[in-house]
């Protein structure tokens, strides 16, 4: 028996030896054997992410604290029911999704992923320059600046190899796996800890506006933010309705737009489509079978879950507490939009010749000098601005200072940037060996990861260019494929063909299709939003078109295949 059926062969023991005892005992065996659960937390963890925490965070402030954790509560119960039809079955999804359900769907379903791994990497490796020029060695240029081409194409170049040698590792054996996730799980928890050290910092802070109790009230669901404005949003709105009614109901209405947009984006791709697509690939790779259901559910609670909900709140909190309805962060890029007219027509020094506190002083006598309803537009309208990375660096300066505010915080974006370089790479390379049915050619899973890492290391050149006609496509793809493919496993579930005696029964089953069907629904209603946004009517209707196209297709068009 070979080293690693003597590992599996343990492993499987020790988890027989705890499947009676209690939850002490179990938690002290699953933390020892966890894995997979990591992985997703260190694609989750990335640009999309800090994005959707910096958007969150600006719009609703600490009110909206409860927005991801619940939405990543409704993405576990969907991942944990992926990994319980495939742990049951030890089948390979995709051949199963062919066999038992439609093979439209699972192509569709392998074609969005592929095509959402080459093209969210992109703006990662722009992420990683951003987080290197903007925060950790502010010297260099910013991406698009005189003299920039040669310092991004040698961070890139860096980024690209150090995860190519991590991606790499994991086709070395069990070894390399194990290797693999320590790896990521450093990286994961690099990023937490770079955003808890800034919270902490911020919480000890002398006059820090961080209010604790206002924070932990925001994880209460509050659904009314669907239809009204943030409460801090009102007095400005009252002001501007002392001049202009129509004005101001204009504006409650943009901004109750943006909350929900916010926080329907957030439910429908908490769990993006790659993300369905590496759990059950990576839980095979180790080999797990019926005896690891319980630790895979554990897993995703703890490697998943935890650590988004941190990472990602320490960042709604960081944003709220500086920028949510708060005018008087003037570094807003958008900010020099709404005052550009104004400072030229003052005579003062052109604003984009202008930087740091220089800026913020003259948008400062700028908006001070307007008449009463254009100070009360522009207040607004400063108020629901989405502060970048560096806004928010510069922003908790005076709070804790520089080291952390831009050495801490900018490690920890970069961190997010590269484990999610790796994660999609490794997807990709799971994806083609799918594609054409070579599940176990490393060459070819090499290959695939190398797709997705090369046009990555072109993003910090090519994104702002390309950006406009890849991220529509990719982004309502994924959101049609998303809600369908939560519906398949769903179908999967109650599949005795499929699962046998494995298939839950009575009170498990009723409580699993519960569960399912509202993370489902949630899903959809997300994912047909978010698309509805991008290209109006023809999003929903395109989840509709494909869902009809997958139910009327012969499941045994994928048999063939399946068989191969």
Known sequence: MSDSENSLAEEKALLASVADKGAGAKFKTYAKLCGPGWLQSAITLGGGSLIGALSLGAIGGTSFMWVQPLAMILGVIMLSAIAYVTLSTGERPFRAINQHVSPVLGWGWLG???????????????????????????????????????????????????????VFAYGSGSRGVKLFERVLKIFVALIVLSFVGVILRMTFAANSPLDWGSVFGGFIPDFGALFRPAEAFQPAIDELAKFDSAAAAQWTKTIVDSQRDSIITAFGTAVGINMTFLLPYSMLRKRWAKEHRGLAIFDLSTGLFIPFVVATGCLVIATATQFHANP?????????????????????????????????????????????????????????????????????????????????????????????????????????CEAINKPD????????????????????????????????????????????????????????????????????????????????????????????????????????????????????????????
Request: net charge positive; charged share 15%.
């Open 112 to 166: 969005a992923t592929m095509m959402a791994n080459i093209v969210w990497c992109l703006p990662q490796f722009n992420l990683a320059y951003g987080a290197i020029a903007e925060n950790l060695f502010p010297s260099l240029p910013n991406a698009g600046e005189e003299g920039s081409l040669l310092p991004i194409l040698i961070v890139s170049a860096v980024a690209l190899a150090i995860a190519t040698l991590v």
């Open 328 to 432: 008087d962060q003037y570094v807003h890029a958008k900010s020099k939009s709404i005052v550009a007219e104004a400072t030229e027509r003052l005579g003062g020094p052109a604003y984009e010749e202008l930087e740091g506190d220089a800026l913020k002083e003259q948008l400062k006598s700028v908006y001070i000098s307007m008449p009463p309803q254009a100070k009360a537009n522009a207040t607004l309208e400063m108020m629901v601005a989405r502060p970048s990375q560096l806004e928010l660096a510069l922003s908790l300066k005076p709070l804790t200072g520089g080291i952390i505010a831009q050495y801490i915080f900018g490690f920890g974006v970069l961190a997010m940037a590269v484990s999610t370089i790796v994660i999609l790479m490794l997807i990709n390379g799971f994806a083609l």
């Open 441 to 564: 050619s490393e060459r070819i899973r090499r290959i695939g990861c190398l797709i997705a890492g090369i046009v990555g290391f072109f993003g910090p050149i090519a994104w702002g260019q390309l950006k406009a006609y890849l991220v529509i496509p990719t982004s309502v793809f994924g959101f049609t494929l998303l809600p369908i493919a939560y519906v398949t496993f769903l179908l999967l579930m109650n599949s005795k063909t499929l699962l046998g005696d494995s298939r839950p029964e009575g009170a498990r089953r009723i409580r699993w299709n519960a569960l399912m069907i509202t993370a489902t629904a949630v899903a959809t209603i997300g994912a047909a939003w978010a698309s509805f946004g991008k290209i109006g009517w023809w999003g929903p209707g395109l989840i509709a078109a494909f869902g009809f196209a997958a139910a009327i297709t012969d499941p045994g068009g994928g048999r063939a295949s399946a068989r191969q």
